[in-house]
């Protein structure tokens, strides 16, 4: 039996409300990431504009991914007013889509950073494709694991968790050695940003793996509680990770630009003229 953490327990009206919420409060920030990564595309010079655009992709495909899980779960459950929980119905919560979003994901927010980096013009693909490459590798490992996680918690769902750690070490490696080398050539400023990003980055995506190891947490991890708590630590986990992180990255992009002659509010008063 393959089956989900959340579709093996029975949720309490107040469990049930605290995960839709938080993946209400999850689309919402995506859709509203979009709208500003949309609006402010401009405020940086053509060359940093791809950049933009990759946070354009990433907002609408967690936006809509995770309007697709709120979905999915408000279909899978449904009241139960003898006992007064919320149990499953006719359909299934389907946590795997998660996952196929990150394969989207990752790789773009992987090689989004190269557009602030100065990377030899002919290391640029290798780069792309060993960072592209790995992030794939990691999150279809961690797929497959996901279908373990009630099944077989400390067996397989552990033995999946640690081969997809093989290419998360490889690309964090690579990724820390090329912003690194960022901080002595940047900007005073944006050099201070890229110091926040890197920590932001650690963090954020070292969230996803703890969210990964709830299920093995014994009772609390198989429990409504445990389901509760890994969504509240993933939702928090993608806005560090794609909104803030953008954010930081546009900064970055703003601050170049201007280094390099190009200020939107002089051409914007310049046009009005
Ligand atoms: C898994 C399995 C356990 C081992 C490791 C994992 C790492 C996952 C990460 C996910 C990042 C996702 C992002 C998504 C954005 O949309 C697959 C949980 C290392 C780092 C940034």
Redesign the pocket.
């Known amino acids: 039996m393959l089956w989900n953490l959340e579709n093996s327990v029975v949720f309490t009206p107040a469990q049930f409300d605290l995960i839709s919420n938080i993946l209400t409060i999850g689309y919402a920030a995506h859709f509203a990431g979009l709208a500003y990564f949309v609006l402010t595309r401009k405020n940086v010079a053509p060359r940093y504009r791809s950049m933009t655009t990759m946070s354009v992709v ?1 907002m609408l495909s ?1 936006a809509l991914l995770l309007l697709r899980l709120d979905i999915s779960f408000g279909n899978a459950f449904v009241f139960d007013p003898t006992s007064e929980t919320y149990v499953l119905g006719e359909a299934t919560y389907s946590h795997g889509y998660r ?1 196929l ?2 394969l ?3 790789p773009l ?1 992987l090689t989004q950073s190269f557009f602030v980096l100065n990377i030899a013009k002919r290391d640029l693909w290798g780069y792309r494709f060993k960072l592209g490459g790995a992030g794939a590798l ?2 279809v ?3 497959v ?1 996901q279908f373990y996680e009630v099944v077989d918690p400390l067996g397989m769902l552990l033995w ?3 081969a ?2 093989v ?3 490889y690309f964090t490696a690579i990724f820390w050695r090329l912003t690194g080398e960022s901080l002595s050539y940047l900007p005073e400023e944006a050099a201070a940003t890229m110091r926040n990003i890197r920590y932001l980055f650690m963090f ?3 969230l ?2 703890v ?3 709830v299920p093995m947490l014994g009772d609390f991890g198989q429990s409504a509680s445990g389901a509760v708590t890994r969504t509240y630590i993933f939702t928090v ?2 806005v560090l ?2 909104i803030i992180y953008g954010v930081l990255l546009g900064k970055i992009a703003t601050i170049r630009s201007k280094a390099e002659g190009y200020d939107i509010e002089q051409l914007e008063t310049q046009q009005a003229r």
């Open positions: 990433v967690a996952y979003n990150w989207i994901d990752v927010l990691m999150v490992l961690g797929y694991g999946w968790g640690i997809a750690t290419p998360f070490v954020s995506w070292n996803y793996i969210a990964y190891i986990a993608d990770s794609k």
